[in-house]
């Protein structure tokens, strides 16, 4: 992945990512893998906004920021990422790093249960 990802593919930036991330056939680094992540996010990767929401969220890598987290969730949501729509909708559902609003919630809510994602 290494020479994928150095050559700017996202899908390798994101796998990368999450070898950094386990350490898996690497030390385990959460800020390079954070900085894989938003490589490939800034590319239009959903996995890697997903991931890279997460560690916002979770202050992984990064410092906790929900705002940047509900950016980064909202981003892979409107690519019709369910897990990133579950995500955002948590989000607007607690208010956290965008205004509280439950029918904005309850419409993301729905697009990914319509993926078969449970809630």
Do not use: W
Request: proline share 1%; hydrophobic share 35%.
């Amino acid at each position: 992945y290494r020479q994928a990802a150095g050559q700017g593919s996202p899908k390798a930036q994101h796998a990368l990512g999450g070898c950094y991330a386990l350490g898996r056939g690497c030390v385990k680094n959460k800020e390079q893998a954070a900085r894989l992540y938003k490589q490939a996010a800034d590319q239009g990767s959903a996995d890697a906004q997903l991931d890279l929401g997460t560690c916002y969220e979770y202050g992984t890598g990064v410092a906790t920021d929900h705002k940047m987290a509900a950016r980064f969730y909202r981003q892979a949501a409107e690519q019709g990422l369910a897990t990133a729509q579950s995500s955002f909708g948590r989000c607007c559902m607690q208010g956290k790093g965008v205004a509280h609003d439950i029918t904005v919630a309850t419409r993301y809510f729905r697009l990914a249960a319509d993926q078969g994602h449970a809630i």
